[in-house]
């Protein structure tokens, strides 16, 4: 018969991989939105000017750091579909 601290461990990872689970699932959905979101805003050509002047009129948020961070949310996307998730 297991210990009590085997079920606690058991009951912790499982609550712990469910939630992730959850959270990577939101954010592919999230990503799959934003990704729809860029897609209308590039099939308007001025819509994507307007975007990208105000965008680099920002001290961070340039269009240029907006396009890395898409980059890379679709690389995570990939990721987290390629495990599975």
């Not at 680099?56 to 269009?63: A, F, L, N, R, Y």
Request: proline residues 2%; aromatic residues 8%; glycine residues 6%.
């Amino acid at each position: 018969m297991a210990s009590q601290q085997a079920w606690d461990d058991f009951w912790a990872l499982k609550a712990s991989e469910d939630c992730l689970e959850g959270e990577l699932a939101r954010a592919k959905d999230d990503i799959g939105k934003l990704e729809a979101l860029v897609g209308a805003i590039v099939a308007d050509p001025a819509r994507a000017a307007e975007a990208v002047a105000l965008a680099d009129q920002h001290p961070e948020w340039t269009s240029a750091h907006v396009l890395d961070v898409y980059n890379r949310l679709l690389v995570v996307r990939t990721a987290i579909s390629g495990q599975g998730f």
